[in-house]
T-cell receptor, first 110, second 115 residues
Framework: RKEVEQDPGPFNVPEGATVAFNCTYSNSASQSFFWYRQDCRKEPKLLMSVYSSGNEDGRFTAQLNRASQYISLLIRDSKLSDSATYLCVVSRGSQGNLIFGKGTKLSVKP | GAVVSQHPSRVICKSGTSVKIECRSLDFQATTMFWYRQFPKQSLMLMATSNEGSKATYEQGVEKDKFLINHASLTLSTLTVTSAHPEDSSFYIC???????????FGPGTRLTVT
């Protein structure tokens, strides 16, 4: 079983739609949690950190459930520019190593 | 924000040759640098972690004699793929972090093709 598992996707949605991504992680010692976005053939970029209390950044809302080892990302009012692959990431260990999920591809259509 | 560069951005080499990839932190001192590899439609996989002035720590399954990592200064780390084979063709990405466990800043990646 992979340490970080995500919805396989792809998600094809119209502009303005609300879309939700789910992620589970297997290592209960995971310390920090993030969502990254990766555009085709580019490096990943940090979208937001995820906190137990839940956090929001504009149209993006992230939730963490440590008991269920579950992370989610909600995107409201999707824009064409949101099209990308969304990576669920956890950190662990003394060096804070990042463990990446395989990613879920989102395609927002006009 | 912090900037990390990689060079070259893409490289094509013949099987059996060695390739060196550079990763530089341009506006901060990178105490720790990380090297990742990403095959098409796969997740980024951590290859190794290096602290300035120390030997790199390799992840399980990554051959340290094949992937040589040097982190000789606080702004530069290099990854050398020795005796490259076609199966080493991949997207290699570095990231850098300052002191502590703050955010990792990613370089733009190097696309390696071994023919």
């Amino acid at each position: 079983r992979k340490e970080v598992e995500q919805d396989p996707g792809p998600f094809n949605v119209p502009e303005g739609a609300t879309v939700a991504f789910n992620c589970t992680y297997s290592n209960s010692a995971s310390q920090s949690f993030f969502w990254y976005r990766q555009d085709c053939r580019k490096e990943p970029k940090l979208l937001m950190s995820v906190y137990s209390s839940g956090n929001e950044d504009g149209r993006f809302t992230a939730q963490l459930n440590r008991a269920s080892q579950y992370i989610s990302l909600l995107i409201r009012d999707s824009k064409l520019s949101d099209s990308a692959t969304y990576l669920c990431v956890v950190s662990r260990g003394s060096q804070g190593n990042l463990i990446f999920g395989k990613g879920t591809k989102l395609s927002v259509k006009p | 924000g912090a900037v990390v560069s990689q060079h070259p951005s893409r490289v094509i080499c013949k099987s059996g040759t060695s390739v060196k990839i550079e990763c530089r932190s341009l506006d901060f001192q990178a105490t720790t640098m990380f090297w990742y590899r990403q095959f098409p439609k796969q997740s980024l996989m951590l290859m190794a972690t290096s602290n300035e002035g120390s030997k790199a720590t390799y992840e399980q399954g990554v051959e340290k004699d094949k992937f040589l990592i040097n982190h000789a200064s606080l702004t530069l780390s290099t990854l050398t793929v020795t005796s490259a084979h076609p199966e080493d063709s991949s997207f290699y990405i570095c990231s850098a972090r300052g002191p502590g466990l703050g955010e990792q800043y990613f370089g733009p990646g190097t696309r390696l093709t071994v023919t």
